[in-house]
């Protein structure tokens, strides 16, 4: 068990140099100020969702925050039961100090938050709710960077009718498409927006094969959030957009930018909670309404153009530029509709 | 609704529906010929998904789309066989044995994937160049049916090809006849002096390079790359298919067409933005087999030694 009186004793002395000391005095073989995070794929590292959570506790650890030492663990995807099971078994094992779930497992948190007080659950994304103080919620909205996409997309776009191919119509996926078509709107009013949902996390086939039925109904950006699949992009000569990450590497002429879920500020949020529980007369304040963060917290933003930023008008660019620097300073808000959005 | 009849949009959805047939097509009649031998394989889920992942990997360390393609088919065709192995050889009870597979392919590739995955960073995952669309000289210069139908991937073409090949090999030649026969009373072959088991290894080896072939269009034609999970259950839907085509190479393409066509249609309509509730017909292709099976249970070709372990006495 993680000797919580120990801290509460060292108060935040045991953060930072005095660590060893502490370490030492305490006879342990591990740092105090290690922080053990046992992170629960939603799918696993070849999602774009999951991997970007790994490059971030990867960031944030190697800054040593507070003086900690983040490291983590992956686990395999697992859902029902079964995920209660191993969630079980993580907190049981007294290894971890932090369980992030990266998908809704809130029904098996439930059962769990109470059994195990000194552990922090944090669950990311849609789906979940609060079930006690020692469970934390975060979402990673990327609708602003969206936004900049569907402005982007309509100043390309030739036929005035952008796509976006989704997987399931869930909350952080509408509201990105709605911001999607209120950017593409902002720059071309008459735009319009053809809107597929797949029905599966990954199924590259149907993602492929919407595409191509949106090309025939005249999309000629389309942004893809069912996978990395630019096969139809290629193979029509039309532009995509990537969903989370940098994809342009996987299909250099097509690519010509997407959303960037950067979890870097979320990461430090639950370090920053953490601390505060674990510090003298800390405890733990799970919260009921999501936190996010977005492009002005540096929890989001679009990727680079690379080698296609030629064939972006100029005045284009500085009109993103623009929105985003108004986005970042508060003067341009983003709406955050969360509706299953209408296909045009 | 208009909007959906526009040559262009039509064009589009037929061209889709025939590419989204080309896999299930290959792996139906694969396991048609594999069933008509007595065998019930439920294993093609998993015999698809592991050829589709041998065909990405072989593809991307040989940088060959042959060898890709190559690999595939023997991978779907070991999978096979070691069905027959378990089945044949052992009698093991052939639904465990075929889910089993099912379980182990979708383990192993998860596993083999995430290890290769390691060495490549995020939102950077290899590709595989897709093979081309075959224009067929002339044809494709159709109007609207020429680019429907002769613009398509060589796979699909063969898959085509395959169901008339079938339906000749099982109605009009000896080894057909003997094979029919091997599923509806293999004793009598046995008593003739054939070999039953042989005739099963084989067949279950020509139902493997049918899954190594649709595991491989997935990847190296359809789409350009490996992902976990990717056959999603097209390989299941060949087994409904096969009992909605009353084990008839015929019937059976034509249940692919109708599976195939409810699933580009449904794709289009969203496509175009028709407001109509995309998970009806989603469901559609379900609904329309539970039907068929309903209507031909009467009078049913399933072979009557479906499923059940030859023994000699």
Redesign the interface.
């Known amino acids: 068990m993680y000797p919580a009186n120990l801290l509460n004793k060292t108060k935040a002395a045991v953060f930072g140099a005095a660590a060893s000391v502490t370490m030492l005095a305490g006879g342990m073989v591990m740092a105090q100020s290690d922080v053990n995070i046992a992170l629960m794929y939603s799918v696993?590292?070849?999602s774009?969702w999951d991997?970007?959570v790994e490059?971030a506790l990867d960031r944030v650890g190697a800054d040593n925050k507070h003086g900690l030492n983040v490291s983590y663990d992956s686990k395999d995807a697992v859902y029902g039961e079964e995920a209660e099971t191993v969630m079980n078994l993580l907190a049981k094992s007294g290894k971890y100090d932090i369980i992030i779930s990266a998908t809704a497992h809130s029904d098996q948190i439930k059962n769990l938050q109470g059994k195990y007080p000194d552990t922090m659950f944090v669950s990311l994304g849609s789906g979940n709710y609060n079930t006690g103080p020692n469970h934390y919620l975060l979402y990673g909205r990327v609708h602003e960077a969206a936004y900049l996409l569907g402005m982007l997309g309509a100043g390309m776009s030739e036929t005035g009718v952008l796509?976006a191919v989704g997987s399931f119509p869930a909350d952080d996926i509408n509201d990105q498409l709605n911001a999607y078509k209120a950017g593409a709107q902002a720059v071309n009013p008459d735009a319009?927006v053809?809107?597929?949902?797949?029905?599966?996390w990954?199924?590259?086939?149907?993602a492929?094969?919407?595409t191509?039925?949106?090309?025939?109904?005249g999309?000629d950006v389309v942004y893809q959030l069912a996978?990395?699949?630019?096969?139809a992009c290629?193979d029509r000569g039309i532009l995509c957009f990537?969903l989370f990450?940098?994809?342009?590497?996987?299909?250099p002429d097509v690519v010509l930018s997407g959303t960037e879920l950067i979890w870097d500020p979320a990461v430090e949020w639950v370090l920053d909670e953490w601390v505060k529980a674990k510090s003298d007369g800390g405890s733990f304040n799970g919260n009921t309404e999501p936190v996010w963060f977005g492009l002005a917290d540096g929890g989001s933003d679009i990727s680079p153009y690379h080698d296609l930023a030629d064939k972006v008008p100029a005045d284009l660019k500085d009109q993103i530029e623009q929105a985003k620097a108004d986005i970042i300073a508060g003067t341009l808000e983003v709406p955050l509709v969360l509706d299953v959005p209408?296909?045009? | 609704m208009s909007d959906l009849f526009q040559q262009t949009i039509l064009v589009s959805m037929f061209a889709a529906m025939l590419r989204i047939a080309a896999p299930l097509m290959l792996a139906s009649i694969g396991e048609l010929v594999v069933q008509r031998s007595g065998i019930w394989f439920l294993g093609v889920e998993g015999s698809m998904l592991m050829s589709a992942f041998a065909a990405y990997t072989a593809a991307l360390s040989s940088g060959s789309m042959y060898v890709g393609l190559l690999a595939a088919v023997l991978t779907g065709i070991a999978v096979h066989l070691s069905m027959a192995i378990a089945a044949v050889t052992f009698k093991i009870n052939q639904f465990v044995t075929g889910l089993g597979i099912n379980l182990l392919a979708s383990g192993l590739t998860l596993f083999l994937y995430r290890e290769s995955l390691k060495s490549y960073g995020s939102g950077n995952i290899p590709t595989v160049d897709p093979f081309e669309t075959v224009a067929i000289p002339g044809l494709s210069r159709i109007p609207v049916l020429g680019e429907i139908l002769f613009d398509q991937h060589l796979f699909t073409y063969f898959a085509f090809l395959m169901v008339f090949v079938a339906w000749y090999f099982l109605y009009r030649t000896r080894y057909g006849l003997e094979l029919r026969s091997l599923g509806e009373n293999p004793k009598a072959l046995d008593t003739k002096g054939l070999s039953v088991s042989r005739r099963q290894y084989a067949a279950l080896a020509f139902g493997g390079f049918m899954a190594g072939l649709a595991g491989a269009v997935l990847v190296l034609a359809l789409t350009d790359r490996f992902v976990p999970g990717m056959t999603g259950g097209r390989g299941w839907l060949a087994i409904v298919i096969i009992i909605a085509g009353n084990w008839k190479p015929v019937p059976i393409m034509l249940a692919v067409l109708v599976f195939a066509f409810l699933e580009a249609f449904q794709l289009q309509a969203q496509g175009v933005g028709l407001q109509i509730p995309y998970q009806l017909l989603l469901a559609l292709p379900y609904i329309v087999a539970i039907i068929a099976m309903m209507g031909i249970r009467v009078r049913s070709e399933q072979p009557a030694h479906l499923g059940v372990p030859y023994h000699r006495e």
């Open positions: 696993g590292p070849e774009g991997k970007v490059e796509g319009k053809k809107i597929s949902f797949i029905e599966s990954y199924d590259p086939q149907l492929i094969e919407a191509y039925a949106q090309n025939a109904a999309a996978g990395e699949v630019y096969e290629r990537g990450q940098d994809t342009n590497s996987m299909a209408a296909s045009d």
